[in-house]
């Protein structure tokens, strides 16, 4: 098991930037994939950006050029950074992680822009 669990949400400004991290119990090394998701109320959930084993990049094209998913093996952690925070952009961010036999979801962390 690799349970996850995100911090860094909280309430910004438009405009502003917040990171989110996800901590990983356990190697993220032999994880397939890593993901940030999100949900606002009334919407279904979906993908914000995927990092892939390969090093390859995904993201949505809400957030192009706006966020960024980054790894750190050493510290078993996934970041996200947000920068030019939109009010749309107010949601319940997850953290995602595959290996071969199994799929993890943190429970999320609120991020709450104003405008």
């Known amino acids: 098991q690799v349970p996850l669990v995100e911090s860094g949400g909280g309430l910004v400004q438009a405009g502003g930037s917040l990171r989110l991290s996800c901590a990983a119990s356990?190697?993220?090394?032999?994880?397939?994939?890593l993901a940030w998701y999100r949900q606002a109320p009334g919407k279904q959930r979906e993908l914000v950006a995927r990092?892939?084993?390969?090093?390859?990049?995904n993201y949505a094209r809400s957030v192009k050029g706006r966020f960024t998913i980054s790894k750190d093996n050493a510290k078993n952690t996934v970041y996200l950074q947000m920068n030019s925070l939109k009010p749309e952009d107010t949601a319940v961010y997850y953290c995602?992680?595959?290996?071969?036999?199994?799929?993890?979801w943190g429970r999320g962390t609120q991020v709450t822009v104003s405008s």
């Open positions: 995602y992680g595959s290996d071969t036999v199994a799929t993890y």
């Open positions: 990092l892939t084993s390969g090093g390859s990049f």
């Open positions: 356990g190697s993220i090394f032999s994880l397939g994939a």
